[in-house]
């Protein structure tokens, strides 16, 4: 399938009545694509994407289409997004420990490089914390400083873990002890139903 189809395909999925923040709706979209710019209708669609909940197929058009552009970044940025759409995500705020008090010691990179372990509230037979596994992707450009705070994304291994967490709940991350990190959750995100 060539760029201009994937993309195309990708634009069927989006409501013709969704606008982004900035007010760009499917049509726009439309028009960058007879236009050729392939680039700006990939960011267009992300966008979109984030106004509207997508299926995971809409998120595997666009990897595809980043991958014909060779846009790295936005092929990794779209396989999350599908992952999310699959299984369901939290957005958190997190704060890291400072050094000082037993945290990081380096910076967290931007995107989706680390899984680290999470204090739920779940507990062993024995009272103490049953960890959980998710990944984690830092959104934006920068890294997240010890000591610093920043809007994050988690992906559980295991989602049913998590069923029981509500917007406003506090989690702990781990990497080592003690904990590095402490979270409130601001967004849970119920995965998107795949297309018919």
Same mark, same amino acid.
């Given at each position: ?42 960011? @267009? +669609?992300?966008?979109?994407? *984030?106004?509207?909940?997508?299926? /995971? !197929?809409?998120?595997? %058009? #666009?990897?595809? &289409? $980043? ?45 989706? @490089? +680390?899984?680290?372990?999470? *204090?739920?509230?779940?507990?062993? /037979? !024995?009272?103490?914390? %049953? #960890?959980?596994? &998710? $990944? ?61």
């Amino acid at each position: 399938m060539d760029l201009d189809s994937l993309l195309l395909k990708a634009a069927q999925f989006c409501s013709p009545h969704v606008r982004t923040e900035a007010g760009v709706r499917v049509a726009d979209v439309l028009e960058y694509l007879e236009h050729g710019e392939w680039e700006m209708v990939l960011l @267009l +669609l992300e966008e979109l994407g *984030d106004a509207h909940p997508q299926p /995971p !197929e809409f998120w595997d %058009l #666009l990897a595809d &289409a $980043a991958r014909v552009m060779w846009l790295e970044s936005d092929v990794a940025w779209c396989q999350w997004r599908r992952s999310e759409a699959r299984t369901g995500a939290f957005r958190v705020e997190l704060c890291l420990a400072r050094t000082e008090d037993g945290g990081r010691r380096t910076p967290m990179p931007p995107g989706g @490089l +680390l899984r680290p372990m999470w *204090d739920i509230g779940r507990r062993t /037979p !024995e009272g103490g914390p %049953l #960890l959980s596994i &998710a $990944a984690l992707w830092i959104e934006g450009r920068d890294l997240l400083e010890p000591g610093g705070c920043k809007a994050v994304r988690l992906l559980p291994l295991t989602p049913d873990h998590w069923n029981h967490l509500r917007a406003g709940d506090v989690i702990t991350m781990h990497e080592i002890r003690p904990p590095t990190g402490t979270a409130r959750i601001t967004e849970i995100m119920p995965p998107v139903a795949a297309s018919p």
